[in-house]
């Protein structure tokens, strides 16, 4: 099987090689380049084509949001997981809206890191424990501001919830699956339905906000 080649972008070059050295520790990936800001992040996945970009939210020159912008314009296939210091739900719907796959906070156990970039090259959305449990605090309260109950508000199936609900207790794509007693492609396809409608209900939020403000 190929292996998974990785594209490290950080401003840090220590904590490059720190993911790097993590990353070599599995057969499966490759690290094939590194940048050390965001417009050196598209150049060399304009020259390396990556599978997936592990790409840090905060860089000179220009950040991870808009250089994933900027990627994902180019090249709507690309798979990008972005990295932040805080798993702050500002930065997960950011992320997510400019197009990455994923996000994660940097203080991520290895294992969770491993399982988010080969998840990303799978070619399904990628929620992490942390990051649905945000989620979940976010729909939660701004359906409690528009006075709406979280499900109807959001447009979340009963499954879909359930679903999210098993990520943030930290269940894998896997062991959902086998809870559930549904195929694992079943679990994806709820996730990318899930971030969809997040995002829509997002922007309707925001909209609302606008208006009374």
Excluded at 43 to 49: A, P, S, V
Aim: proline share 4%.
């Amino acid at each position: 099987m190929p292996s998974i080649r990785v594209l490290l972008a950080d401003d840090h070059a220590l904590f490059r090689r720190g993911v790097a050295r993590l990353l070599a520790t599995e057969s499966d990936f490759e690290v094939v380049g590194e940048a050390a800001d965001g417009l050196q992040a598209l150049e060399k996945t304009r020259e390396l084509k990556p599978d997936v970009i592990l790409m840090d939210v905060s860089m000179p020159v220009m950040d991870g949001l808009e250089a994933t912008l900027l990627i994902k314009a180019e090249w709507p296939d690309a798979r990008i997981v972005i990295l932040t210091v805080s798993d702050g739900e500002r930065n997960v719907f950011e992320a997510i809206r400019c197009g990455a796959s994923a996000c994660l906070p940097k203080n991520v156990e290895p294992q969770v890191l491993y399982g988010t970039l080969r998840g990303s090259v799978r070619g399904g959305g990628c929620i992490s424990r942390a990051m649905a449990a945000r989620l979940l605090e976010k729909v939660a309260r701004d359906s409690r501001r528009t006075a709406v109950p979280p499900t109807s508000g959001v447009g979340l199936t009963p499954r879909e919830q359930e679903v999210l609900e098993l990520v943030a207790k930290g269940k894998s794509n896997e062991e959902i699956a086998a809870a559930l007693a549904v195929a694992a492609s079943a679990v994806q396809d709820h996730l990318d339905s899930i971030l969809e409608k997040l995002l829509r209900f997002d922007e309707r939020v925001r909209a609302v906000a606008h208006v009374f403000h």
